[in-house]
């Protein structure tokens, strides 16, 4: 899922949006609660953006 | 454990005493201290008179016949009830032992009981609503944390009503109730141990491990669990060494990192203090040790949260669609986050543990051990959520998991040993990352300073 320009800023209206259609039926209090939760992730990892092309995802199944 | 285990094959004390010892100061001590879930009390005097018949007869003894040990109680343990420190799993009991459950039992090990936990592990506070949360035993005026998932078994081992104590570790959940309630513990390389029959949190981040008084004593626990099992498909068919053989008590030659920006910079300063005496301790035993800078660790948070997340909502989705109302709000509201991340964000936080993990073994390609602080501050005071280190105000949760969770991105093998105490006669820890499935120089490392120095040996005054 990718989020369109739009949507970039997350309202407890998307949230919910993005909940219900997960079957996560939450109040408003609690979409207002994970809210700033949910968005400090989001940053993080946006802020991240030096990541080498070729690096591939890390795999712990593997017998070592 | 060595020293129990020894004079229980030696004759001079039977196991049934030493169970019955225990049970009586859980008796005496565990209504403060809240560190057992369930105590298994007539199983372990049960098991106890049996090892007592075994050491009668004369026959063969595992390394850890009669010694007691307490369970975090999410390892699965057959006809005895499991919780997971939630509500949710308060009557399950499961059909089977965890592998390392029936590993220990074959080394003699006697459970006594399943420990207090912060709920389905998912928190480094070690706090839980349901069954209470532990009280550090190293403070009896105020309740501070122990340091979580882990708490009870922290609890449990420092007030010395448990010699030893199986917990785990996502995020740091050996080391930080290690380095606060002032033991040692190993988090194992990630596939070194299986995790067959342990509550998941997050799969690919678990890791299960010993915590007990000394590394010599994680040694000898970590041995009977480590190795292949066909149970858990992310083990590893590398062979077990001898790990007490490797506590040669010498460390001339090796090559030790001290880790500065990011770990000694952002610790408090006793942790600081504590931790740079420790590497003086080892350069004087004829270590070199050198500083370096992991420039890439700063990421570890964002892929925590891309990984651990989703990992454990997926693991919890149903009943967070049925049961929500029966998780503590903390929890609750942890997992739902988990819900929201993408795919995407999921495989760029996998793409950043490799790019960390390549750091880590960089580092330690010219390096046998690094050294860090486990935790950035000692316990605090149970609901105290912020907390200052130097001019700053920050998290209590982030200030616990920032030097540890790296660690269980990049499976690097990471054990927490004392290396003082605060003013305040709180407990600090030294953290020793080693390279993947060399437990045996973390250990030798951890052995080598526990013989220089005694924080190791200090006991609570509860534990009187």
Known sequence: MRYSPGMEKLTVDTLRTLATAQGLELSDAELASLLPLVEAGKSGLAAVRDIQPETEPASQFRIL | ?464
């Open chain 2, 1 to 464: 454990m060595r020293e129990l285990a020894r004079m229980i094959a030696t004759k001079k004390v039977s196991p049934v005493e030493v169970v019955q010892a225990h049970l009586d100061r859980i008796a005496a001590l565990d209504g403060k201290l809240r560190s057992y879930i369930t105590v298994m009390g007539d199983s372990a005097l049960a098991a106890a008179k049996a090892a007592e018949a075994a050491v009668q007869s004369g026959g063969t003894l595992g390394p850890l016949h009669g010694v007691p040990v307490g369970l975090k109680d999410l390892y699965c343990t057959k006809g005895v009830k499991t919780t997971g420190g939630s509500k949710l799993l308060a009557d399950w009991v499961p059909e089977e032992d965890a592998t390392v459950v029936a590993r220990l039992a074959g080394a003699g090990a006697i459970p006594l009981g399943k420990l207090n936990m912060h709920e389905f592990a998912y928190g480094p506070e070690g706090l839980n609503p349901h069954y209470g949360t532990p009280w550090n035993p190293w403070d009896a005026g105020v309740h501070r944390i122990c340091g979580g998932s882990s708490s009870g078994s922290g609890a449990s081992v420092a007030a010395g009503i448990c010699p030893g104590a199986l917990g785990s570790d996502t995020g740091g959940s050996i080391r930080i109730p290690s380095s606060l309630c002032g033991l040692s513990g190993i988090k194992p390389t990630y596939g070194r141990v299986s995790r067959a029959g342990v509550l998941p949190l997050a799969w690919s981040m678990d890791h299960v491990g010993p915590m007990c008084r000394s590394a010599a004593d994680c040694a000898l626990m970590l041995a009977p669990m480590a190795g292949y099992d066909p149970r858990d498909p992310t083990t590893s068919v590398l062979p077990v060494p001898d790990y007490a053989a490797a506590l040669t008590g010498q460390v001339k030659g090796l090559r030790i990192g001290l880790l500065r920006s990011f770990f000694l910079e952002g610790a408090g300063p006793a942790q600081r203090a504590a931790v740079e005496a420790a590497a003086k301790a080892l350069e004087g035993q004829g270590a070199s040790v050198e500083p370096v800078d992991l420039t890439k660790v700063s990421l570890a948070a964002a892929a925590s949260h891309a990984v651990l997340a989703p990992e454990a909502y997926a693991y919890h989705e149903e009943w967070l669609k049925t049961r929500a109302a029966e998780y503590g709000a903390d929890v609750r509201e942890r997992l739902r986050v988990g819900a929201f991340v993408t795919g995407a964000e999921y495989l760029k936080g996998q793409r950043l543990r490799t790019t960390l993990r390549n750091e880590v073994d960089a580092a330690l390609a010219k390096l046998d051990v690094l050294l860090a602080p486990s935790t950035a501050i000692e316990a605090t005071a149970v609901g105290q959520n912020e907390v200052r280190i130097g001019s700053e105000t920050f998290p209590v949760r982030a200030s616990l998991i920032r030097f540890t969770r790296p660690f269980n991105l990049t499976g690097h093998p990471a054990a927490s040993v004392p290396c003082g105490f605060t003013a305040d006669g709180l407990p600090m820890g030294l953290q020793i990352i080693g390279r993947p499935f060399d437990e045996a120089t973390v250990l030798r490392v951890a052995d080598a300073y526990q013989r220089l120095t005694d924080w190791h040996t200090r006991r609570p005054a509860m534990a009187a």
